[in-house]
Structure formats: structure tokens, C-alpha cells
């Protein structure tokens, strides 16, 4: 039958909020340019009231410029409708943007809860606590063993207060006999060495040395007498 008749125009797409708001917007934008204008001939006509006496052409200003202040009256009843159209519809469009935003973080919470159950499932809670107790175990057998290797075999395990202070005093003094040895056969080693090259030309200072033949006499000083003699 469409092939005979023809076809139907195309349908258009139904209009969406957010073209309601845009179409409503524009009619505001009009509707305020028309109370504008109207606006600017109410001060006109003002001023010519102003400048007029009472009479005939007073009171025809006067009728012209109700007349546009009905006309402004109407305008702004149906800005104020507009204006009311444009709030209720972009708070139907806020309230249907909150919806979709929690239906698709529903969504995401469903399949992030179904990820979650199908990965715990895999999960053995008993096999957790056994590889848990495992791990205690081998930690401490290997402190058992990193004690048993840091002992030690000389030392007993448990040193009398008495016995240490003994065995404490004992090296002390084992350890100042050691010196005292070792001082006393340093200077016997000095004492051989002197023996073995001879005395010493420091041992005996007044001795006479061997090539003089006659000691040395001794000179005594002048008497008195003789100095004075002398000086005479």
C-alpha cells in the first residue's frame, strides 16, 4: 500500500526536555525584548505628558500610553508564565539526570558485587589458616635453629656471680705477672748487651785516660798577700 499511495512523511523525533527548555528560553528572550521596547515608549509618552497642558492632546497621550502599559501588563503575565514553565521543566530535567546517574551506579555496584562473589569464591578461608599456621611453624623452627647456631660451646649456660669475679681476678693478675716477667727479662737482655761490648767510657768520669803520663797538678789559688803584693 505505501508502494501504491506513497508513504508517510518521515516521523521527527519527539521533542526532548531539553528542547522544550531551549524553545521556552528563546520565547522568554523575545517576550523581554517586547516589554523593553514598550518600556521605552511609556517614557516617551511620559515626557510628552510633561511638556503638555490639560486638554484634548494630553488625553490622547494619556489613552495611547495605557493602552501600552496593558500591552506591558500582558507581557509580563506571560514572562512570569515562561519563566515558571522554564524552572518547573529544568527541575524535571535535574531530577531525571539524578536518576540516571543512580541507575548506573546501581548497575556498577551489581557487577562490581558480582566480580566480588565470583573472586571470594575462589577463596578457601581453611587453606588461609593452614598456610598460616605453616608459616608460624617455620618461623619458629628457624629461630630454634638460628639459637642453636649462636651458642656457644665453651661458656656454660649458667655463670656463678662468684665463679666470674674469681675467674675476673685471675686474668687481672695473670696479666700484670706477664708484664712484670716480661720487664724484668727486658732489662736482663739489657745487662748481658753492656757485658758483652764492655764498660762504658761514661762509667768513670774522674778516671785519668791512658795516654797522659802525669796526672795533672793542681793549681792553688793565690793567698791574699800575694794579690796584694802583685797589684803593688
Do not use: W
Not at 523581554?32 to 510633561?50: A, H, P
Amino acid at each position: 500500500m505505501n508502494r501504491i499511495f506513497g508513504s508517510s512523511a518521515t516521523k521527527k523525533p519527539k521533542p526532548t526536555l531539553q528542547d522544550a527548555i531551549n524553545s521556552t528560553d528563546a520565547r522568554i528572550a523575545s517576550v523581554e525584548v517586547k516589554i523593553k521596547k514598550l518600556d521605552g515608549e511609556l517614557m516617551r509618552y511620559k515626557e510628552q505628558m510633561s511638556k503638555l497642558r490639560n486638554g484634548p492632546g494630553k488625553n490622547a497621550i494619556q489613552q495611547r500610553a495605557l493602552r501600552v502599559l496593558q500591552q506591558k501588563k500582558l507581557y509580563e503575565g506571560q514572562l512570569n508564565q515562561l519563566q515558571q514553565q522554564t524552572f518547573n521543566m529544568e527541575s524535571a530535567a535535574l531530577t531525571t539526570d539524578n536518576l540516571r546517574n543512580t541507575m548506573a551506579t546501581v548497575d556498577a555496584m551489581k557487577l562490581a558485587n558480582k566480580e566480588l562473589r565470583k573472586q571470594y569464591g575462589k577463596i578457601d578461608i581453611d587453606k588461609i589458616e593452614n598456610m598460616h599456621y605453616d608459616m608460624e611453624e617455620l618461623l619458629e623452627q628457624a629461630n630454634e635453629i638460628q639459637e642453636s647456631l649462636g651458642r656457644s660451646y665453651a661458656v656454660p649456660d649458667e655463670i656463678d656471680e662468684a665463679d666470674l669475679e674469681a675467674g675476673t681476678t685471675y686474668i687481672v693478675f695473670s696479666s700484670r705477672l706477664c708484664q712484670s716477667v716480661a720487664l724484668v727479662a727486658e732489662l736482663d737482655a739489657l745487662q748481658l748487651e753492656e757485658e758483652e761490648e764492655g764498660p762504658s767510657y761514661l762509667t768513670d768520669l774522674n778516671k785519668v785516660p791512658d795516654f797522659v803520663d802525669e796526672p795533672p797538678t793542681e793549681l792553688a789559688e793565690p793567698t791574699m798577700k800575694e794579690a796584694v803584693k802583685t797589684t803593688g
